[in-house]
């Protein structure tokens, strides 16, 4: 079962940048989409940014032209580099990989904390 590991985060003052990386430790076939999502405390996960298995990318309404979600070309690793942040970008990111071969199979990083300052 692969793992999927995250780095990159931490506090930031507001109209700071961040860069997220996601590493997967072995190699995921069928993928059909890599991204990042967030939870902040109290709501829900959204999405924030993600690859879908044609190449194309969607973006959170919220951080389009201010993040830029990016691979490698194993697709083994997964980038998001974040400018302008602000507060309300604080959060919980998550990475994910999906996969589907018949069944869908959702592989999570741990999580790391973002904390954008006013």
């Known amino acids: 079962q692969a793992q999927l590991v995250e780095s990159g985060g931490g506090l930031v003052q507001a109209g700071g940048s961040l860069r997220l990386s996601c590493a997967a430790s072995?190699?995921?076939?069928?993928?059909?989409?890599m991204g990042w999502y967030r939870q902040a405390p109290g709501k829900q996960r959204e999405l924030v940014a993600r690859?879908?298995?044609?190449?194309?990318?969607d973006y959170a309404d919220s951080v389009k032209g201010r993040f830029t979600i990016s691979r490698d070309n194993t697709k083994t690793a997964v980038y998001l580099q974040m400018n302008s942040l602000k507060p309300e970008d604080t959060a919980v990111y998550y990475c994910?990989?999906?996969?589907?071969?018949?069944?869908?199979?959702?592989?999570w990083g741990q999580g790391t904390q973002v904390t954008v300052s006013s």
């Open positions: 690859f879908t298995s044609g190449g194309m990318t």
């Open positions: 072995t190699t995921i076939f069928d993928i059909a989409a």
């Open positions: 994910n990989i999906r996969s589907y071969f018949g069944l869908t199979n959702d592989f």
